[in-house]
């Protein structure tokens, strides 16, 4: 019997749409044969587990094809059609599998006794010893059908304590945080990533001058990111759950960080109505001066992709502030302000998050009595 493991580790990812609803499906008993099996198969048979038996190998490192048609298993639960495979995994060895095509599909990975073992976008599940597991390939949903193809590939592990831009590293975290050690050869604007299922990813970054950022999830959902401006020297990364008691598989990659063609960065001055500029925020507010001439509905939008977007506003009786009215991590503030000139102070919500934003200020003539 196939079971878990701390040895080895599995990766199921799933391109397109992806439901899980496995996590409470019990897959149903194989139907038997076709055609009465002959007396070798019949003996090969009484050796195989049931689950197992008429399947489908996959192969790492070689793809397969397949499709999701009317005529698949039935998900008796919610009307999608899903095929099974079987896959042997090895201990010590270190997988991914991951579905791509046409298909809106989702992967869930069982032993050879239909227990569950994991399913999710990318699910990563360690293997306790050497057997046949078996992969379902599933529609998102009852309208769910079409081609697909299933990859696999081995995974390496890293145990590096050192790193260079542009090479990522997959390694396992082990609820001690991971120490590692970047140079950089040439000053500019660089993006670090920690990417993780099992955990909430959190980074540190130390360098030269007293140098210091961290970040929890600006890279979306559970992930870190940090962006900024880098001179060159020797930084220690830091690499840890948000907890400290968490484990499991991450990834991390530091790439060059380009600006588009079309951007230039102003990081103080002026502000006028229907202006829309961008910054880069490195840890300290960036301060700009708004000067409104008659009494106006103001709204102010700060938006990044990089940190958790934070906005001031005040004058002569006057404070605002704004952390995420804007949607998701993105500040706006919407206010009537009487004539005269106002601070606008740009800043993430935590001092140690950086990367590029957007600013944009409008102001429409109004009645409107400033709040007091």
């Known amino acids: 019997m196939a079971k878990s493991s701390s040895l080895t580790l599995l990766i199921v990812a799933v391109g397109g749409v992806a439901v899980g609803y496995f996590a409470a499906q019990t897959l149903p008993n194989l139907a038997p044969p076709a055609e009465a099996p002959d007396a ?23 793809r397969a094809r397949g499709e999701i048609t009317s005529a698949s298993e039935l998900n008796g639960k919610d009307g999608s059609r899903f095929t099974r495979y079987a896959i042997t995994l090895d201990e010590e060895a270190l997988v991914e599998v991951s579905l791509s095509g046409a298909l809106q599909g989702t992967v869930a990975l069982y032993d050879d006794q239909l227990q569950l073992l994991a399913n999710a976008d990318t699910v ?6 050497s057997g046949d597991y078996i992969v379902v390939i599933s529609g998102a949903d009852a309208h769910s059908y079409g081609p697909f193809n299933v990859n696999s590939r081995t995974i390496e592990l890293s145990d590096a304590d050192t790193m260079t831009v542009g090479t990522p590293i997959d390694s396992w ?44 999830d600006s890279a979306g959902e559970l992930n870190a990111r940090i962006a ?32 588009p063609n079309d ?31 008659e009494s106006s509905l103001v709204t102010l939008s700060m938006s990044s992709n990089d940190f958790d977007t934070y906005l001031e506003l005040y004058g002569e009786g006057v404070s605002y502030t704004d952390d995420d009215s804007g949607g998701g991590t993105n500040a706006r503030l919407e206010q009537a302000l009487l004539p005269g000139t106002y601070t606008v102070s740009a800043r ?15 102001a429409e003539p109004t009645e409107m009595q400033p709040d007091t």
Do not use: C, K
């Open 263 to 293: 951007v230039e960065l102003r990081n103080e001055g002026a502000l006028t109505p229907d202006e829309t500029l961008n910054g880069w925020y490195s840890g300290e507010a960036l301060t700009y001066q708004l000067t409104i001439e």
């Open 348 to 362: 993430g919500f935590s001092a140690s998050g950086s990367g590029m934003f957007e600013l944009a200020v409008s």
């Open 40 to 62: 070798e198969t019949t003996a090969e048979q009484d050796t195989t587990p049931e689950a197992l038996q008429g399947l489908e190998y996959l192969t790492l490192g070689e």
């Open 124 to 129: 990563r599940h360690r293997i306790e010893e």
């Open 228 to 259: 900024d401006f880098l001179a060159p020297g020797t930084y220690q990364l830091t690499a840890r759950t948000a907890y400290g008691t968490d484990s499991g598989l991450f990834t991390l990659a530091i790439e060059p960080r380009d600006l």
């Open 173 to 216: 975290l082990d609820t001690t945080e991971r120490e590692i050690t970047l140079t950089i050869e040439e000053a500019g604007m660089y993006q670090i990533e920690m990417r993780a299922d099992e955990f909430d990813a959190y980074l540190e970054l130390e360098g030269p001058n007293g140098y210091y950022r961290e970040d929890d």
